[in-house]
C-alpha cells in the first residue's frame, strides 16, 4: 500500500510558467516532507522541506504548500526553466514515531520544460 | 564541503556471489541510510546507522545487511546475489537522526547482477 502518492507521472510545462507537482499521503504521523530533484543515474538533490508545523515554505523559486486536513502538498516552480526538467520526488518522515526516520518515497513525477 | 560519496559507481556480479558497498557521509554528519530504487518499486528505505547502531530497518531480507564505524563511514552487505537485486543502491547522510531532518544524497552505486 503506497503511503505516498504521485498521481502525475510526467508533467509538461513551458519555460517561465508555473509548475505544479502535487503529492498526497495517507499516514497520519507524517510529519516531515521533503522533495527532491533526480536526474538519471545520480542520487537525489534536496530541493525544499516543510514541517508540518507549517502550511508553507519557500526558498527562491520553489515553495512547498502542505495542507494537512487533505493530506496534500504541492511544489511549485516559478518560474519554469528548462535546466529544472528532471523527475521530482515527493518523501516524507514521521520523525515522532518508533520507525520514524525512514524517508517514504513517491514514484516521482517526470517534469519537462519547453524552451 | 565535500557531499556524500559512494564507491563503488559501477559494479557487475553474478548469481550467488555477495557484495559490499561503501559510503562516506558528508563530514560532521552522523546518521546514513541506504536506499534502494529499482524501476518497479522505486525508491525503498533499506536501514539507517547512527552511532555505530542499526536504528531502523526496511523490509527487506536478511541477505541485506550493513554496519557504521566510528568515522560514521557506512558499509552494506548483499549476500547470495539475486537477478532482483539489480539496482541503483543510494546512500543518504544527515547530521542527526534521520526523521525530521534532511538527508543528503550521494550519487549511488548501480549494481548489475547477471
Known amino acids: 500500500d503506497q503511503q505516498v502518492k504521485q498521481n502525475s507521472p510526467s508533467l509538461s510545462v513551458q519555460e517561465g510558467r508555473i509548475s505544479i507537482l502535487n503529492c498526497d499521503y495517507t499516514n497520519s504521523m507524517f510529519d516531515y516532507f521533503l522533495w527532491y530533484k533526480k536526474y538519471p543515474a545520480e542520487g537525489p538533490t534536496f530541493l525544499i522541506s516543510i514541517s508540518s508545523i507549517k502550511d508553507k515554505n519557500e526558498d527562491g523559486r520553489f515553495t512547498v504548500f502542505l495542507n494537512k486536513s487533505a493530506k496534500h502538498l504541492s511544489l511549485h516552480i516559478v518560474p519554469s526553466q528548462p535546466g529544472d526538467s528532471a523527475v521530482y520526488f515527493c518523501?516524507?518522515?514521521?520523525?515522532?514515531?518508533?520507525?520514524?526516520?525512514?524517508?517514504?518515497f513517491g514514484k516521482g513525477t517526470t517534469l519537462s520544460v519547453s524552451s | 564541503k565535500a557531499g556524500v560519496t559512494q564507491t563503488p559507481r559501477y559494479l557487475i556480479k553474478t548469481r550467488g556471489q555477495q557484495v559490499t558497498l561503501s559510503c562516506s557521509p558528508i563530514s560532521g554528519h552522523r546518521s546514513v541510510s541506504w536506499y534502494q530504487q529499482t524501476p518497479g518499486q522505486g525508491l525503498q528505505f533499506l536501514f539507517e546507522y547512527f552511532s555505530e547502531t542499526q536504528r531502523n530497518k526496511g523490509n527487506f531480507p536478511g541477505r541485506f545487511s550493513g554496519r557504521q564505524f566510528s568515522n560514521s563511514r557506512s558499509e552494506m552487505n548483499v549476500s547470495t546475489l539475486e537477478l532482483g537485486d539489480s539496482a541503483l543502491y543510494l546512500c543518504a547522510s544527515s547530521l542527526r537522526l534521520a526523521g525530521g531532518d534532511t538527508q543528503y544524497f550521494g550519487p549511488g552505486t548501480r549494481l548489475t547482477v547477471l
Open positions: 518523501a516524507a518522515s514521521a520523525a515522532k514515531s518508533q520507525a520514524g526516520t525512514a524517508l517514504i
